[in-house]
């Protein structure tokens, strides 16, 4: 029974933010998770260590370079077997002796491991968005023809999904997703043309992994998570709705036909939705720290400005054009995040790569799978000329 404690967890990405957060939770909870797999791409010395303490059947470091390190260090621990590369990581994605895979690799690589582990019947705890950007309809469909539960990490989602909860009879008007607006919140072209790569990567209420965090400045992120909605909960593009809310408690919002608004509120900490995810249907008690309203007199909110952010706007055209666009957007947006974090383009450069790479890249309205991977080749490689030419 996949919803019956002691759960079996694969963690993909277990030495990311999310990856961190989700084993201090499965710490926290004793004798509610096993760890059945961890992986990371090129942080050894961290898989190792979590690999001694957990003990799970397999570890997978996607850096094949780093293979023998890992395998050496946990030679006097046999239960556990040593496996690298991006295939690997798919398999280890489908293994038997797992019910929860919690995919909280970043970026495109999401995608095929979460495609095996829905194939083989796993329950999905969803952090990586970008595998529901990139092929959002062909994943819904896979999640429907296996049966698998998908509950999402996001903290927006997760909201959107607890208020959901004993509404199965009533359709959904509208949802809004609340965007703290990140640390250039309220600043316009000419001054966002000189924020630096120092100033992106410090976000003023979450602490998160460099790829999000420079989502979160640009709003790339939002519009990731309006698309991810889009499919999570089987929306119309004019149901999402976007609002700057600094503080970052109120998580989202759903409205009903009735008019009425649910909103899910708790104090910004990934570890309450990750939680949620991971124990669905139950919520598990724990000692996180606490909202009061009393330490926050003001809650306020603002309209997302498009024409400054114009990421969160490529966001909505893409998701419109449907198709490919969204995998597009997205490699797209990873090849001009990492030039930035290399300093090879500045701020609002991210936004021209994004909206020329959807421009040249080859339309395709209906993509199999196959068609997702070589769109996404595609598009990184006319990316990366864009960023060559800047
Ligand atoms: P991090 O960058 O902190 O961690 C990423 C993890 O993925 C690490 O374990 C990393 O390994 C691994 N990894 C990196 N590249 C690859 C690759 N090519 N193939 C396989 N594994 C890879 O990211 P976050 O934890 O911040 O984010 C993870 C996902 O969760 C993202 O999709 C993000 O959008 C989503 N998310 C994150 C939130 C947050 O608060 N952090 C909130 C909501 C969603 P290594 O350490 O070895 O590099
Ligand atoms: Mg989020």
Known sequence: MPDSFPKRVTLLGSTG?????ALDVIR?????????????????????????EFRPAAVVIGDESKYETVKAALASQPETEVLAGAAA???????????????????????LPTVRAIRAGKTIAL??????????????????????????????HSAIFQCLIGEEQNPIEKIILTASGGPFRGRNRAQLAQV?????????????????TIDSASLMNKGL?????KWLFGLRNDQIEVVVHPQSIIHSLVQFEDGSLKAQLGLPDMKLPIQYALGYPQRLANAFPRFSFLDYP???????????????????????????????????????VAAFLRDEIGFLEMSDVVETSLARVSYLAAPSLDDYVET?????RIAQELVGLS
């Not at 996404?376 to 990184?380: G, L, V």
């Open 89 to 111: 990581l798919a398999d280890v994605a489908g293994r038997d002796d797992a019910d929860v895979v919690l995919t909280a690799m970043v970026g495109y690589a999401g995608l």
């Open 196 to 212: 630096t790569k120092a100033q992106a990567l410090k976000h003023p209420n979450w602490d998160m992994g460099a790829k999000i």
């Open 376 to 380: 996404d080749r595609e598009t990184r």
């Open 28 to 52: 926290s909870q004793p004798g509610k998770f096993t760890v059945t797999a961890l992986s990371a791409h090129s942080n050894a010395d961290l898989l190792i260590q979590q690999a001694q």
């Open 127 to 156: 952090a990586n968005k970008e595998t529901l950007v990139v092929a959002g309809q062909l994943i819904t469909e896979l999640v429907k023809e296996h049966g698998v539960g998908l509950y999402p990490v996001d903290s927006e």
């Open 298 to 336: 003001q809650l306020t909110f603002e309209q997302a400005d498009t024409s400054a952010f114009r990421n969160l706007a490529l966001a909505f055209e893409a998701m419109g054009r449907a198709g490919n666009a969204p995998c597009i957007l997205n490699a797209a947006n990873e090849i001009a």
């Open 17 to 21: 933010s999310i990856g961190t957060q």
């Open 225 to 229: 998570e309006v698309i991810e909605a």
